[in-house]
């Protein structure tokens, strides 16, 4: 079957409320194979109700509406939905008495527009509510069946995975499974990527492929339904080899599903047994901010400064004065003597440093704002990239980061 969602209220489509429920109801379909093809937001106003009610019953098997069934006067979605579906608003007295138990069960006196809310359209199956007073329902009109579930998101969700899941699977008896898995891209554009895999995307009928930019990485999100589950892990498994490989995107993949890039370089430190010391300018602390994220950092990660000024670079590193002034300080030559630097002066086995100008002001001509210069030392070799960044002060910090770890993660791989 196909969905629709409909949210209903005033909060939601003035933006004072975020609409969790819709969400939480398509993450809920999607893993069982169910698709929702639409979702709609509508005010507390009966005509839209029926407007969306009725274009939604035209479209898909399945409607799930959630909002407005309450005891106050905005609270108007059951008598809206029998307008709609055409039906006449009769007292169910399934829904009377759970409502009078509940109060009674609580010791509390019934108003009278609590009883409002036992009005419900004829021919309707109540969906119990285990944990609030109002009850949903749902019925059926033509081929599609419409749920009617409170707005209130706990008592929606319990109602939903008690009682419309088992319904819904019941009409699709065949479930469908969905598996996913994200591998995630630094370093290539999101077109390059599709360039390099137009291949596969075309032959490979069975597997959806999703880009999804999270600045400045990518997610590569390869999605496959179907009745077999085992066939389903295998499928994912070779593709993602096969994507892995230099024929594809090689090592621009750096890890999958949650895992991050400080995470993916901090396992690969620990598992040679590695250490590194950091010396940062421009980033001021931030690589090593990212690696200590990762719970166990201790293991690979010595020491790091923050050396700001030139005064810094002599006075901790050693950086030679006269390069200082031949070269400034946002250099290659700075750069290398920072990594050699702390490398020796923390006796770890990796060294490395940055050093560039974030701005807005200081940039010349030939060094303008973005040049940054990451160096990288390990025994008597020293590899030293130019980068040049733009953007304002934060995402330069960032991406700084971001090459300086993705650098290292390169050369871990091969070394
Ligand atoms: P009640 O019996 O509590 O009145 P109801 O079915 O009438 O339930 P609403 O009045 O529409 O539900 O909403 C009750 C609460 O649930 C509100 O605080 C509202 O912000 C929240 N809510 C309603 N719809 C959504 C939604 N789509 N996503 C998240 N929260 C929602
Ligand atoms: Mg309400």
Redesign the pocket.
Known sequence: VTVEII???D??TSGS??????TFIAQQLHTIGIEVVKITTVGDDTEKIVDALRNAQQKVGCVIV???????VD?ITAKAAAEALRRKLVLNKIALKAMEERFKKYDRKMSPNNVKQAYLPSDSTIIPNPI???CGFYLARSNTLFFFL????REMKRMFEESVIPIIKREQPETTIVSSCVLKIFGESESYCDQVLSDLIKSEKEVAFAFLPHYPEISLKLTMRGKDGKYIEKKLKTLERKIKTKKYLGDVIFGKDEETLEEVVGKLLRSKGATISIAESCTGGLITHRLTNAPGSSDYLERSLVVYSDKAKKELLKVPASILKRHGAVSKEVAESMAKGVKSLSKTTFGLAVTGIAGPAGGTSEKPVGTVFISFSHKRQVITQKCSFYGDREQMKFMTSQYALDILRKYLIKD
């Not at 409320?17 to 819709?22: H, L, P, V």
């Not at 959630?66 to 106050?72: A, D, N, Q, S, V």
């Open positions: 949210t209903i209220g909060e939601l409320s975020q609409d969790t429920n819709a959630t909002g407005g069934l309450g005891p106050t609270d609030g007073t109002a409170p707005g209130v998101p």
